[in-house]
């Protein structure tokens, strides 16, 4: 069984470990400048994102972040907890400065570990999906994961996926890529995916789910989502994921960051 490790772990502690694992310990000042290479792919939920960046990661030989479900599995463990934001916000923050990440392939497949727990299918729940917005727009808890997303490129070359990657986090990622699709067709990919996993699914609900998601994540007041002026935007509509990395992979040479797509 092969396991390729990335852990950090949030502390209120200040410095940096690199060990087996790329470990980050999470810290208010963190706009040290980046030695690694990142490559940023921004997008809307259920844009494609997840899946094209970990092609690119695997293509690439560089290490795949994924940022959104760092913050799923802040308001996973705020759910577990009994916290809500917008009544707990201090409690949440102070949950999400306390969290171990650990970042493991196993078997080919990414895998995210909080405090030696294998979150990776309980924060893609409909409860949790719906609680990482309201958790995320929290600035205590942007703060302290977006210093933990910095010091994981200090030394490592990453694929790094969310929503502020190339406008916040990493204004200056070697590469940007902005990818989008219609509402309808991004509903249709999360329907189609809950009832891969057995699960029971309406497509009106999750189309309206997406849609007021969307307006949450473009209209808060922390890191909303947008695309930065220097992205290169994908329309992934009618496109194959395998297409989509295509084009990613072409971009990516012709910045000089691989040596061939």
């Known amino acids: 069984m092969k396991r390729n490790k990335a852990r950090f772990k949030t502390t209120r502690r200040a410095g940096f470990q690199p060990a087996n694992a790329a470990r980050a310990k999470l810290e208010t000042a963190s706009s040290a400048p980046v030695t690694g290479c990142v490559v940023a792919i921004d997008g809307p939920a259920g844009s494609g994102k997840s899946t094209v960046a970990k092609a690119v990661a695997d293509r690439a030989g560089f290490t795949y972040i994924d940022t959104g479900a760092m913050y799923r599995a802040a308001a996973y463990r705020a759910m577990k907890a009994g916290l809500s934001p917008s009544q707990d916000d201090e409690a949440i923050a102070a949950l999400a400065a306390e969290l171990d990440f650990e970042f493991r392939t196993v078997d080919g497949e990414p895998k995210l570990f909080v405090d030696g727990e294998d979150v990776s299918v309980v924060i893609r729940t409909p409860q949790v999906s719906q609680l990482s917005s309201p958790v995320s727009a929290i600035p ?48 249709r990919r999360r329907y189609q995916q809950r009832l891969e996993r057995g699960e029971e699914a309406s497509y009106e609900e999750i189309l309206a789910a997406q849609l007021e998601r969307d307006r949450r994540d473009c209209s808060r007041a922390v890191a909303p989502l947008r695309k930065a002026e220097d992205a290169i935007e994908i329309d992934s509509d009618g496109l194959t994921a395998d297409e989509v990395v295509a084009e990613v992979m072409k971009l990516l040479a012709a910045r000089g960051v691989v040596d061939r797509e």
Not at 152 to 175: H, L, W, Y
């Open 140 to 187: 205590a808890v942007r703060e302290h994961l977006v210093a933990a997303q910095r010091r994981m490129a200090e030394r490592i070359p990453v694929v790094m996926e969310g929503r502020d990657i190339g406008t916040v986090v990493f204004p200056d990622a070697a590469v940007k890529v902005f990818l989008t699709a219609s509402a309808e067709e991004r509903a």
